[in-house]
Structures are given as structure tokens and as C-alpha cells.
């Protein structure tokens, strides 16, 4: 009888095996990918720095030419830069980053940069350099590779250099196997809506071909910081509640609520221990694992708790939202909504939408849809998002619309966690409380909407009038004067001027 | 200015945050992929042991009864059981399994077991029981849960009992928060589907009700064992080959290529580092990186390789495929195909395909279609699956086939690498040489089925033809005689019985 074999594999092994999970599933995914992780950690790392962002993306051919189909990516920030000890790991460690907390942040695996390094280091077994500055006297620069099977980078050079400047930022140089020109739509849109969801941002692209793509801020205001905040009871399950009570120095369960839980009043801290049967000063680290069960089953019961507060999110903003629309898409008409914040599975969340009309926004068979969680466009499995689905089912007529007009809907939610359905966080899935707030954000837009198309309805039909006026008023004074027998017609310019002001205000309500 | 903090997070924990990824979305989703990942481990196990699968499933209600929403889950089976020192890390590690050799097998991340104990933990923090024998003298007992944080077992308890009987198997026991009465049809249809599949397999469920369903085994038949493959040449990227070299014992290129890599020839093996211009006495521990590199293009160019060999597959075949067929879905007439090996990316499939209709297949809008790999169902993201394509792309009026009718198709892809294209193994990714191979084995089922409902039209027309003559006979024979003015009418029995005899050989045939 055969005996099964066990071995262990690292999670850096795990992801070089099943790549796809993280999105790098053939060589045109790959290269948009790349780019995306190591926009968005740019982006992340500007806005730590309070500085608007300015990202530098360079793709150039790899040694074999266009052919070979490798390329070399290059990518720029301003950013708070990476301390030296953490720099080999950031980019040579699966499931090592920055992004553990519980704040609104672009990246939420942990895996991004190292993936796209890990990508690379396989299809062309070259390795990455890294450089960066926290803006201290000294710049690092590394040449590093990934240890897959110990999960560990290993660092094949370590230079240290003067920074002249004071810059502060950091650089991802590295090659991959690609195809840029099947990619290349997708990257192009996806760096349009990125601009356009962070309009504070200035985003250079080259391309192979040496074609040069500008995306420049249209404001250099940038949103407040998220904050980290901490867990709702109605979000956390026995295993966080588990190392809460490890590591908390607290004493007493009433510290203990206090302190570790979000918006936790001394008041109420004592009402839900009552009703837990839990006594206030017993320590936390003396409940048996049947008491932190028990303990959870009645925070997820206890309806006293205050809804998770989203103070510590950070959205766009109608004035920003605005800029970073008529910047990218140049409508004739933008309508913008932000709602109040809302909560799912104890997590704080606001929806902004808005809806742009006209201009260069281009006509198609159906509205275009453009969705952004935490400041990122999503791109793929737009039929799968829950806002497809929302617009979908909504009654277009009633506010004027139809889908041959040139409209666009743009959804946004930000959260210390979305509601992704898959790593590669593709689109957004079908929670109640999410979808209600994007159909009534949708619904105000939408008015908003209406009134301006039903304003242009009325200004058109004044200008036919008045049309009609100006054609005939000529002709009318004419006949009336032959008519009457008279010799001069009368002086109708007054009349025509009057009219023609009764045009413009109506155009202007 | 703020810096970026860092930290590392282990494997279990990210599968933790993340556990939608392995298919843990939800109660009712997470009720169903416990169940499934512990039963394909059982039907590996009982194969590898050379017996026979036969498992049992008895899920109850927990502690609290159905209100709590909690579970026990207990899976037993009959396979060749886990040696005493690896129980612990099969259930209580992220990343340690025996799936990662090449062969074809059901499951393929390593995750499954380990998921459903984790998720069990992190939902009531009870631990798993596990039980287990080789057939040894002793059976196994570890009462584990697993460290999150450091992604290793915990063992609470461990015990050594006799093993009466010579037992060989594993039995899994743990809790878990699930959704049953959700999960119960999609939980009811995997088994029933795994029956199907598998037709020497007996699985015998027994729910929270206490409602008994049993899937009895049709044939104590089963296909001989996958067998553990070397990789193809088309089929490895720079990281395996250099992983090759790093723990080869060979000392040159000849024999390196012969030993390491599938269906490679004395002869082959001189062609190909000819082309690729490496010296055949060479030390593959002294290939520099870029040789590494241009070594496994040039494996990419090389046209002389023989194609990858399936004998390492484990096709159903005919016999056990119409078997299942029969078993589970009761239908009139079943027509089977088995595609001969194919290959894509250097990695060998086979393709079985049936269609079954009448009987007890019931009639829909459409053809139901059903959907295997390596012996395993895939029941989520239908219309997202290759073979889903394949239907909808085919004329089927031109086999006589409408949507309206009582048929089923049924396509089974076993491969060393199923093209998932989620770590959920909910649906297959639409390759090329795949798909060309589902379409034209559906095709050959299709045209075995356009000749049988042919011959069913015919035998449907003759049998109306011939109840018009047992009809009219008589009356003809009796208005004959009054005209002829005879008084006894002709004996017509022996021509009906003639006609009817004429009936039986047209259905027959």
C-alpha cells in the first residue's frame, strides 16, 4: 500500500505556483498588474507623506527587442520612502507590507510589489533593483531576488548614496515577460481613471514606443489622511478578540471594551458586560476559550453599541470628485453625490457617485460605468459588480435618460474594508447595505440630472420659439405695413433684442 | 511626516483575512466547501490505498441546536491514512499537503483540509479531532487547533490506541458556523455528482434531520492510479529548471535532460543541446543565470520533443463512466466518449464526454450540463466554464437536439494541471487545445445521439403505421367478406401477428 508524502511549501511557493490568484495569469494581465501594484503603493506612499503625488512609469524593451517579449518596468514616486532594514523584505517577502491594518488603503493583500517582482524574477530570472529615501541624508539602493522556497529576498548588492536633495521616494526597476500591446488599453484606462479618482496626482507614462502619456493634477488639494481606527464589535470574530486579549495590557474587561473596541463608552462598556454576564473587572486574559465564544455571540447580539463612526475614512469629495471628472471626461454637465456614511458587517463605508452628461463623454449602447473602491479603478468583471446591477434595475425614463445618451455613472465607495469578492479585486460583491446606499447615491445624481436635461428641454424649445420669432417678426412687420398701407416699416430691432434676452436668461436658470 | 510600518503576517493568517479566496465565503458556502475539500481528500486516501472508497458524512447540529447555527461536521473514510508525526500539520498548517508533486489529482492547493479546520476554529474556537491509521498496530488520536500567527499546529492532546481490526482510514471531526438548510442542495447535488463520477465509490450522508441519503456503488471497478510525472519541456519556466539543478545528482547536460524531464531520449537529448548550443558534459550546477534563462527558451523553440505521454493520467473510461451514469441519473440511453490524450502548455489532458437522455433526465429550458475534473464536480460559475461555451457555440438541430428535451451533457477533463482559473476550482479556463477537444468530444457524443433518436423517429413512425393496420386489418377483412358475400372472414390473426412481429425487429435494431 502506497503511503501519502507530505512536504511544505512557503506562501512565496504557493503564489509562483498559482499566480492567477493574484492576477498575473498570462503575460498581457501581468504587465497591467505590475503597473497597477506599484502605482497604487505610490500613491499610498505620497499621501503618507502629505505630498500631492508625482508618479514617473517608464516601459521600455527588454535586451531582445519587441520580439523577445520582455520588457523593463521602471516606476517613480515621491513617496515617504521605505527605511533601509525593511527594504529587501517590502519587495523579496510574500505576506510581508504595510497594509495589516485596519485603515482605508489601496492595497489590502500585502502581496502587490512582491508579486510583481516575483513575476519577473520568474519569466526572466533577473533581478530587481530598489531604491529609496525617507528624505535622511542617505539614499539605498538594492539589487535583490526572492528566495521562493524560504519566502526570504535574498539581497545580491546594497549600495548606499548621497542624497543631495533631500528627496524622498522610491524606485521599482525591473524585467518581465509581457505583452504590452494587447495590455495596452487597459493600462492607458486604467491610468485615465486613476487620474481622474485622484485628480491631486501627476501621473507620466512612456511607453516602448517612446509615446508619452501626461495625466497633470488639476488641483494640488489632496483629501485628509485615513486614519486607523479600531475594530467594531460588530466586525470581529473569536480569533481577533483572541489576540486582543494576548497582547492587551488592560487588566479588567471594562479597560479591556474601553479601550481595544471602537466608541466603547465607560457607560456602555458596563451596560454590555451586564448583559454578557461578564464581571467588569474580571481580566481578560483569564477567560476560557467557552467565555470568548459566549463574549462574541453576545457582541454580535448587543444592540447598543453606536454604529462604527467614519470619521476615520477619508472620501474624495464633491469638489474634488468634480475636478478629477471635468479633467478626464470634459462633460457638458457633472452631478455629484456624496451620502452619509453607512455600515456593513461592522465596517464604516461612504458612497460618492456622480453622473456626467454631454461634452466628449462619448455615445454607446449604454451608459459607461466607472467604479473606484479607495481611490483605485476596478476594470474587470464590471457585469459581476453590484453597481452594474444596481443601474440595471433602475427606471431610466423617469429621470430623462435613455442609453443612447452620452452619459456616464461613476461609483465610489471607500471602507477600512471592501467587500471584494476575489483577491484580484476585480469587482465589488452584493452586500445589502452597500447596494442600497449606491442606488439611493445613483438616485440623487440622477435627479440632478433630470432637472438639468429637463432645463436644456425647456432653454431648446424657448430658442425654437424664438427662432420662429426672429424668422417671421421680419416678414410679419413687412406684410403688416403693406397691409396698413405704410411706407416705413416699423422699428423691429427692439423687438428682436427683447427677445433674444428672453433667450438668454432662460438659457442661464 | 509619517512612516510606513511594516510587518509580517504568516500563510494561515492570510488565509484567515482572506478566507473567500479558498471558497470560505459564507455559512452556507463554507458548510459546503468543508465537506467537499474532506471528501476529496477521502477519495485520494481510499485510491491511493487500492480500495474501494467508502466514506461517511454525519453533520449535526452543535451544542446550541439549529438556532446556533453552529455544526459538527464528522468525515470517515477507508483510505491509507496519515502516519502518526504529519497528522498534526496535514489539518493544523497552511501550505503543507501532498498535492505538489505533477500528477493528476483532485485537489490541488494543499489548502482544503486545513481551511476547514481553520475556519471551523475561527467561527466556535473548538478544536478538531482527528483520527487516523496506515493499518499499522495503532490508531492515531490529536484533539489540534492550528496557531494562526505562526501558521503551526497545537496539539491539546494525543492519543495512542490499538488497532483492533487493522483499520486503515482517517476520520476528521470538528465544528463549524454554517448555513445547512442554504447549503443543503448545492451539498446534495455535489454528492450525487461525486456518485456519478466515481461509481465504485460508496458515500452515505446523514444530515442534521437525521435524513439518510446513500450513494451505493455500481462496481467495485476502479482505474488504475495517476502516476507521478517528470515535467515537459514546454511546460517549465526558469524557477523549476534552476530548482532542478540546484538538487540534481547528475553531472552533465545529457543526463540531466534525460533524467529530469519527460520522454526525452539519448538521442533527443544531443539534438537539443546541439540547438541549444550547451556542451552535453557540462555541470547543470555551472550554468550561469542567463544561461539558465536562454536554456529554457531555447526548450520553448525546440520542435523534436515528443509530445507529452498520458499514461501518467487516470481517465474514467467508458465502462465506469456509463456505470455512474446509470447509477445516478437513470436515463434511456447514454452514448460515451473518450478523446485520445491531447496537450496544452506541456501538460497532458484527456477529455471524456457523454450524453444521456430520456429516462428519468427531467426536461428543462436547456440541456443540463455537468461538469467534471480529475474525477471531482464543479458546480459554481457555469456560464463562465469552457465547456458552457462549447454548448451554446454548437447546432445542435442538426443532431436532432432542441433545448426543450430531456438531455444531459457531461464533460470530464483529467489533466497533471487543471486550467482553474480560481483557487475555489469552480470553473475551467478557456484554453484552446482544451476546448477543441470538448468540442469534438461532445460531437461524438452528439452524433451517437442523432443516430439513436433517428432510429427512435423510425421505430415511433413504423409502430404508427402498424396500429393503423391492427386498426383497419379487421374492418377491411370484414367489409371484404360482406362484398366477396362469404360468410367467414379471412383468418387475419396470422398477418397481425406478422405485422407485430415486423414492429418488434424495427425497435430492435
Redesign the interface.
Known amino acids: 500500500?502506497?503511503?501519502?508524502?507530505?512536504?511544505?511549501?512557503?506562501?512565496a511557493?504557493?503564489f509562483?505556483r498559482?499566480r492567477?490568484?493574484a492576477g498575473f495569469t498570462n503575460p498581457s494581465r501581468a504587465i497591467f498588474a505590475s503597473i497597477r501594484e506599484l502605482v497604487e503603493n505610490s500613491l499610498d506612499?505620497a499621501e503618507?507623506?502629505?505630498a500631492p503625488p508625482t508618479i514617473y512609469i517608464r516601459l521600455t524593451y527588454g535586451e531582445g527587442g519587441l520580439e523577445s517579449g520582455v520588457y523593463r518596468l521602471r516606476v517613480e514616486d515621491n513617496g515617504?520612502g521605505?527605511?533601509s532594514r525593511?527594504i529587501p523584505?517590502?519587495f523579496g517577502?510574500v505576506?510581508?507590507?504595510?497594509k495589516?491594518?485596519l485603515k482605508q488603503a489601496r492595497g489590502t493583500?500585502?502581496l502587490g510589489g512582491t508579486m510583481a517582482v516575483l513575476y519577473g524574477?520568474?519569466?526572466?530570472?533577473?533581478p530587481a533593483l530598489i531604491v529609496s529615501s525617507?528624505?535622511s541624508t542617505k539614499v539605498y539602493k538594492y539589487r535583490i531576488m526572492v528566495d521562493?522556497?524560504r519566502n526570504r529576498p535574498i539581497i545580491l548588492e546594497r549600495k548606499i548614496l548621497i542624497n543631495k536633495d533631500q528627496w524622498?521616494g522610491t524606485i521599482v526597476k525591473f524585467s518581465l515577460e509581457g505583452d504590452y500591446f494587447r495590455a495596452m488599453p487597459k493600462i492607458l484606462e486604467y491610468l485615465k481613471q486613476t487620474a481622474l479618482v485622484n485628480p491631486y496626482a501627476n501621473i507620466t507614462f512612456v511607453d516602448p514606443k517612446g509615446r508619452l502619456y501626461k495625466f497633470v493634477r488639476a488641483t494640488t488639494k489632496m483629501p485628509p489622511?485615513p486614519k486607523e481606527t479600531l475594530p467594531h464589535p460588530y466586525g470581529v470574530?473569536?480569533?481577533t478578540v483572541?489576540?486582543l486579549m494576548q497582547m492587551t495590557p488592560h487588566r479588567n474587561m471594562r479597560d479591556f471594551m474601553i479601550k481595544h473596541f471602537h466608541r466603547i463608552s465607560e457607560k456602555i462598556a458596563y451596560k454590555f458586560l451586564e448583559f454578557a454576564a461578564i464581571p467588569r473587572g474580571k481580566n481578560p486574559k483569564r477567560l476560557g476559550?467557552?467565555e470568548?465564544?459566549k463574549l462574541v455571540q453576545m457582541m454580535k447580539r448587543f444592540e447598543e453599541f453606536r454604529s462604527p463612526s467614519a470619521s476615520c475614512l477619508s472620501p474624495l469629495g464633491e469638489e474634488l470628485l468634480k475636478a478629477g471628472i471635468l479633467k478626464e471626461l470634459k462633460p457638458e454637465f457633472i452631478a455629484v453625490c456624496q451620502r452619509k456614511p453607512s455600515t456593513y458587517a461592522g465596517h464604516p463605508f461612504i458612497i460618492e457617485t456622480a453622473i456626467a452628461y454631454g461634452g466628449s463623454i462619448p455615445k454607446k449602447t449604454d451608459f459607461v460605468l466607472y467604479r473606484f473602491a479607495n481611490r483605485i479603478p476596478l476594470l474587470y468583471d464590471e457585469a459581476s459588480d453590484v453597481s452594474f446591477r444596481v443601474i440595471k434595475s433602475m427606471n431610466w425614463r423617469r429621470y430623462k435618460a435613455s442609453p443612447d445618451m452620452p452619459i456616464a455613472v461613476l461609483v465610489h465607495i471607500c471602507s477600512t474594508k471592501i467587500p471584494?469578492?476575489?483577491?484580484g479585486k476585480e469587482f465589488i460583491a452584493d452586500r445589502p447595505e452597500v447596494k442600497r446606499e449606491i442606488l439611493n447615491g445613483i438616485r440623487e445624481a440622477a435627479r440632478k440630472l433630470r432637472r438639468y436635461l429637463s432645463k436644456q428641454e425647456h432653454v431648446e424649445k424657448e430658442k425654437r420659439r424664438l427662432s420662429v420669432f426672429s424668422k417671421y417678426l421680419p416678414k410679419i412687420a413687412k406684410f403688416s405695413t403693406e397691409l396698413a398701407g405704410k411706407e416705413r416699416q416699423p422699428d423691429i430691432q427692439k423687438l428682436l433684442e427683447i427677445v433674444n434676452q428672453v433667450g438668454r436668461k432662460e438659457s442661464r436658470k
Chains 1, 2 share one sequence.
Open positions: 500500500m502506497v503511503t501519502q508524502v507530505f512536504e511544505e511549501i512557503s506562501p511557493d504557493f509562483y498559482n492567477d490568484i506612499a503618507l507623506a502629505g515617504v521605505i527605511t525593511h523584505s517590502a517577502q505576506l510581508f507590507g504595510s495589516y491594518k493583500f500585502g524574477q520568474i519569466t526572466t530570472h533577473k525617507t528624505g521562493i522556497q524622498h489622511l470574530d473569536v480569533e483572541k489576540r476559550p467557552g470568548v465564544v471584494y469578492k476575489t483577491v
